[in-house]
């Protein structure tokens, strides 16, 4: 799979989303996944596409918050759409 998901998150973006948003199954599956080996890696991602696709999403809105947030600390005006 590629380093990127639909949204542009890196894969270990969307892992944090699942430690963090995750209920406690995904939140496992976030542990296994950091300390799994690249192969098993891959096969975790394929297992749960599903997982990944939708933490991949909210990765990207955290990012948003996250890029609003410096941008308001900074004394800028923070984007309108909540979009990194």
């Known amino acids: 799979m590629s380093d990127h998901y639909r949204y542009g998150t890196s894969k270990w973006d969307i892992v944090e989303a699942m430690t963090i948003y995750g209920g406690s199954f995904v939140k496992q599956l976030a542990v296994l996944y950091r300390t799994a080996d690249q192969d098993n890696r891959r ?42």
């Open 43 to 84: 096969l975790l991602e394929k297992t749960f596409r599903t997982y990944f696709a939708q933490y991949d999403e909210l990765a990207y809105r955290r990012a948003g918050a996250l890029a609003d947030k410096r941008a308001q600390a900074d004394g800028c005006q923070p984007k309108s759409d909540g979009k990194p």
